[in-house]
């Protein structure tokens, strides 16, 4: 069977609307914020390693707990250079990658994760406004969109348990005219949309306002547990922090012990130039939603505040060996398939050309979110796992850091969410073998209306998987 996004598309289009693209994330190209690099050693009540989303929460967070306590960030690189200024913007409310996976695996406290990640939501808009964050927040919901007509039942199905309004084809073309659309469903509450570099970098201005002391360029090289507190090592110096907070997310973990539980997967991202008003008139999109489509090589795709569209996800590609690295961001052929799919998705915006693109890092793990956990005896917390919906997520998992290393239980740490890890990936090249054949699985299903083959229902029943 062929799917929508099978329909040929003339190699001319795609080569023209591609061909002043410049490699780079367009959310990077704003003026930047610039943190020196560490000069020697220095102690400190906590230290973070990570200048993402995660970690400088957390940092945030701490000094709002402990106001006077010395909050010291370090980065490798700078400050958002990672999945933080590379992402869609999506800042959803769920912290569980949706809800069918959050229900299969913690049916129990299903209702409570929900609540919580609402809370989230609404703490993370209440902090904007409270740090006078200037980042371009819509709180516009989410439209999901059917492409296939097995996926129109998937809507209704999910608008019944309560998971939004469903949309017939008149009506999601209505929002958004596209052909390839056969129904929708929206959610209006549990998303918003944000230029995610602004949003990092003016979280890094409210941790410096708060006296939290950030250093870029400064790699963390080890971490060890010693009588005066955990000892971490710099080309600089060792830094001596009573309490350590590691948001390295994708990149390998001082951890050993935490290494085999996530891997990186590439993520793909096309940006257009900005859409004149009669060009925007063609699809409609007034309510400016964020959008997803329904299979398992799904699309997302949102307006910017300029009227830009950034188009993404479908390819999700891993590399053997683990390794994050550079080279592997430039994939031409992905992005002339994402071209492809836009194309097909919007054929009245033939005249519209990119004007970026760029790919990063997902902190993958077998669960599809976060997990945490403890070393150092109690000293040192981390956090790892979002999948690629961690713009909301970061803060609820540094919060749960914090609750950690507080000592005392909390709603969040009382959770079999945060207590229990998900199960590990095995080494190579067992790990490249069983994910490129779960990626040829979900391609299957989704050219065979949905329908999932035994090597994918295995996984299931085991609690393992692949998102893209």
């Given at each position: 069977?062929?799917?929508?996004?099978d329909?040929?598309?003339?190699?001319?289009?795609?080569?023209?609307?591609?061909?002043?693209?410049a490699?780079?994330?367009?959310?990077?190209?704003?003026?930047?914020?610039?943190?020196?690099t560490?000069?020697?050693?220095?102690?400190c009540?906590?230290?973070?390693?990570?200048?993402?989303?995660?970690?400088?929460?957390?940092?945030?967070?701490?000094?709002?707990?402990?106001?006077?306590?010395?909050v010291?960030?370090?980065?490798?690189e700078?400050?958002?250079?990672a999945?933080s200024?590379?992402?869609?913007?999506?800042?959803?409310?769920?912290?569980?990658?949706?809800?069918?996976?959050?229900?299969?695996?913690?049916?129990?406290?299903?209702?409570?994760?929900?609540?919580?990640?609402?809370?989230?939501?609404?703490?993370?808009?209440?902090?904007?406004?409270?740090?006078?964050?200037?980042?371009?927040?819509?709180r516009?919901?989410?439209?999901?969109?059917?492409?296939?007509?097995?996926?129109?039942?998937?809507?209704?199905e999910?608008?019944?348990?309560?998971?939004?309004?469903?949309?017939?084809?008149?009506?999601?073309?209505?929002?958004?005219?596209?052909?390839?659309?056969?129904?929708?469903?929206?959610?209006?509450?549990?998303?918003a949309?944000?230029?995610?570099?602004r949003?990092?970098?003016?979280?890094?201005?409210?941790?410096?306002?708060?006296?939290?002391?950030?250093?870029?360029h400064?790699?963390?090289?080890?971490?060890?547990?010693?009588?005066?507190?955990?000892e971490v090592?710099?080309?600089?110096?060792?830094?001596?922090?009573?309490?350590?907070?590691?948001?390295?997310?994708?990149?390998?973990?001082?951890?050993?012990?935490?290494?085999?539980?996530?891997?990186?997967?590439?993520d793909?991202v096309?940006?257009?130039?900005?859409?004149?008003?009669?060009?925007?008139?063609?699809i409609?999109?007034r309510?400016?939603?964020?959008?997803?489509?329904?299979?398992?090589?799904?699309?997302?795709?949102?307006l910017?505040?300029?009227?830009r569209?950034v188009?993404?996800?479908?390819?999700?590609?891993?590399?053997f060996?683990?390794?994050?690295d550079?080279?592997?961001?430039?994939?031409a052929?992905?992005?002339?398939?994402?071209?492809?799919?836009?194309?097909?998705?919007?054929?009245?915006?033939?005249?519209?050309?990119?004007?970026?693109?760029?790919?990063?890092?997902?902190?993958?793990n077998?669960?599809?979110?976060?997990?945490?956990?403890?070393a150092?005896?109690?000293?040192?917390?981390?956090v790892?796992?979002?999948?690629?919906?961690?713009?909301?997520?970061?803060?609820f998992g540094?919060?749960?850091c914090?609750?950690?290393?507080?000592?005392?239980?909390?709603?969040?740490?009382?959770?079999?969410?945060?207590?229990?890890?998900?199960?590990p990936?095995?080494?190579?090249p067992?790990?490249?073998?069983g994910i490129?054949?779960t990626?040829?699985?979900?391609?299957?299903?989704?050219?065979?209306?949905?329908?999932?083959?035994?090597?994918?229902?295995?996984?299931?029943?085991?609690?393992?998987?692949?998102?893209s």
């Amino acid at each position: 069977m062929r799917t929508v996004f099978d329909r040929h598309v003339d190699a001319a289009l795609i080569s023209q609307a591609l061909g002043s693209a410049a490699f780079g994330s367009m959310w990077l190209d704003i003026p930047r914020p610039e943190y020196p690099t560490l000069s020697g050693g220095l102690s400190c009540d906590l230290l973070v390693v990570g200048g993402g989303y995660a970690g400088l929460w957390a940092a945030l967070h701490a000094t709002e707990r402990n106001p006077g306590a010395r909050v010291v960030l370090i980065d490798a690189e700078r400050v958002g250079w990672a999945a933080s200024g590379r992402n869609g913007g999506f800042v959803e409310a769920s912290i569980t990658h949706g809800a069918e996976n959050g229900k299969s695996r913690w049916p129990l406290e299903f209702d409570q994760l929900e609540k919580l990640g609402l809370a989230n939501l609404d703490g993370m808009q209440a902090d904007i406004g409270k740090y006078g964050m200037q980042v371009d927040w819509e709180r516009s919901g989410t439209l999901t969109v059917a492409t296939e007509p097995h996926q129109v039942e998937w809507l209704a199905e999910g608008a019944e348990h309560g998971e939004g309004q469903f949309l017939d084809q008149a009506a999601i073309r209505a929002e958004v005219n596209s052909p390839t659309y056969q129904a929708g469903l929206f959610e209006g509450e549990s998303c918003a949309i944000v230029h995610p570099a602004r949003l990092v970098f003016e979280l890094a201005r409210a941790c410096a306002q708060a006296g939290v002391q950030i250093f870029e360029h400064t790699a963390a090289l080890s971490a060890q547990r010693e009588s005066n507190g955990v000892e971490v090592s710099t080309k600089a110096g060792v830094i001596t922090a009573d309490q350590v907070v590691l948001a390295t997310n994708v990149f390998p973990s001082l951890l050993k012990r935490n290494r085999l539980y996530t891997i990186p997967v590439y993520d793909y991202v096309l940006a257009t130039e900005p859409l004149t008003t009669e060009q925007l008139d063609r699809i409609g999109w007034r309510s400016r939603q964020g959008i997803s489509d329904s299979a398992n090589q799904f699309h997302y795709y949102r307006l910017s505040a300029d009227n830009r569209i950034v188009w993404g996800g479908y390819d999700a590609v891993y590399h053997f060996g683990r390794r994050v690295d550079p080279t592997y961001e430039d994939r031409a052929e992905t992005y002339r398939k994402l071209a492809a799919h836009f194309f097909i998705t919007f054929p009245q915006l033939e005249d519209v050309r990119f004007s970026h693109r760029w790919a990063g890092a997902i902190d993958t793990n077998t669960r599809f979110c976060a997990h945490w956990g403890l070393a150092g005896r109690g000293r040192i917390a981390y956090v790892n796992g979002f999948t690629g919906l961690g713009v909301g997520a970061a803060r609820f998992g540094a919060d749960v850091c914090l609750d950690l290393l507080g000592g005392h239980p909390t709603e969040r740490t009382e959770l079999e969410m945060v207590n229990r890890k998900p199960l590990p990936f095995p080494p190579e090249p067992a790990a490249s073998i069983g994910i490129q054949a779960t990626r040829w699985s979900m391609d299957r299903a989704d050219h065979h209306a949905g329908k999932r083959n035994l090597f994918l229902r295995t996984l299931d029943r085991l609690g393992l998987g692949f998102d893209s």
